[in-house]
């Protein structure tokens, strides 16, 4: 196996299912120290344990992206424990209102949604990029999805609009730093097998078929590593003059 993350300390949120938890693997069998930041204890640090009796290093931070202080403290146990910042995928999220037209949305669901897809990617990187800057450089992406790149046939103008924003601060982040040794990318997945989308699947099972499915060229999900690859690809040095921009690993959906 390549070893691209020797000695290297990343950080990935949202770490404990999903794309974040086989991308905490991934890094981790690649020699990254990997921080895993998520709210769920009893998850984090059976992970922990599992990274570590395959021969890596890993980190839990019980945190939540809604709450600054967690991702301040984050940071800081990540700088405290391993010395130094070199990678970030900033992937916690929440879902939308989906099939929810725009004027019938809830302020309420407004506010969590950009608070925590929004706001904890800023704020994350807002601790992150300071502390790549001391180690002569870095490296992030952030989870933006499809929905990032066009709108919705299902409503979710919250979800929508929230990895929009996404987007927007990925490339202008990436602006600001590019001659500061610090890249930052986007991933942008159309529907990947996690809990979030097999539970959205499991509960609405005729409308996943007819309304999504249909509109994946590949006919099918897609499996969490087809996603993570590309995670890792844009953190490494094979992506060196990569930032400021979007891998979409869709099955083709925003070609069509």
């Known amino acids: ?26 890094m981790a069998a690649e020699g990254a120290r990997v921080v895993l930041a998520a709210r769920r204890i ?21 945190t939540d992206v809604a709450r600054r202080e967690d991702i301040a403290r984050m940071v800081a146990e990540t700088v405290e424990t391993y010395g130094r910042l070199d990678y970030a995928f ?49 490296a992030i992406v952030n989870n933006a999805s499809i929905y990032g790149l066009r709108g919705s046939h299902i409503g979710a103008a919250d979800y929508i609009a929230s990895k929009h924003a996404v987007m927007g601060l990925t490339k202008t982040a990436a602006m600001d730093y590019a001659r500061r040794g610090i890249r930052v990318n986007a991933v942008c997945p159309g529907f990947t097998h996690s809990e979030m989308v097999d539970s959205f699947q499991d509960s609405n099972p005729k409308d996943f078929e007819r309304s999504i499915l249909p509109r994946v060229p590949m006919g099918r999900v897609a499996e969490t590593e087809e996603v993570t690859s590309a995670v890792l690809w844009m953190l490494s040095d094979e992506a060196s003059f990569m930032t400021g921009q979007a891998i979409v690993p869709d099955g083709g959906w925003t070609a069509s």
């Open 1 to 26: 196996m390549r070893r691209r993350f020797e000695g290297k300390v990343a950080i990935i949120t949202g770490a404990t299912s999903g794309i974040g938890m086989v991308a905490a693997q991934q």
């Open 42 to 62: 009893d998850r984090g640090k059976a992970l922990v344990e599992e990274i570590k009796a395959a021969g890596g290093d890993a980190l839990f931070v019980q």
């Open 90 to 138: 900033n992937n916690a999220g929440i879902v939308g209102s989906g099939y929810t037209d725009t004027a019938d949305i809830a302020e309420a669901d407004w506010d969590r949604i950009m608070t925590v897809n929004v706001t904890g990617v800023w704020l994350s990187m807002k601790h992150e990029i300071p502390e790549m800057l001391k180690a002569g450089g870095g």
